[in-house]
């Protein structure tokens, strides 16, 4: 089959419009990706600075409800 007969063209139009689908799909998960890059850049890193804030004062607590406790 020539490259420009008419048979080839309608097979490039065809794959031409299969890769600009593609290319949609792939562009429409951008937003996606973005959220998952601040997820582990920002949020997660953030969480986990909170966490280990919460379990410092756990000892604390712990104790104080123990002399609570103890004392009633």
């Known amino acids: 089959m020539k490259k420009n007969s008419p048979e080839a063209v309608a097979a490039n ?3 031409l419009k299969d890769w600009v689908v593609e290319l ?3 562009q429409g ?3 996606v ?3 998952l ?3 582990k850049s920002v949020e997660l ?3 986990e600075q909170q966490i280990k804030e919460q379990e ?3 000892p604390g607590i ?3 409800a123990e002399k609570v406790h103890f004392h009633s």
């Open 33 to 35: 990706e973005a959220s």
């Open 45 to 47: 890193p953030a969480l």
């Open 37 to 39: 890059i601040r997820l």
């Open 62 to 64: 712990s104790d104080t």
């Open 24 to 26: 949609e799909r792939l």
């Open 56 to 58: 410092s004062l756990i």
């Open 13 to 15: 139009k065809a794959e």
């Open 29 to 31: 998960l951008l937003p």
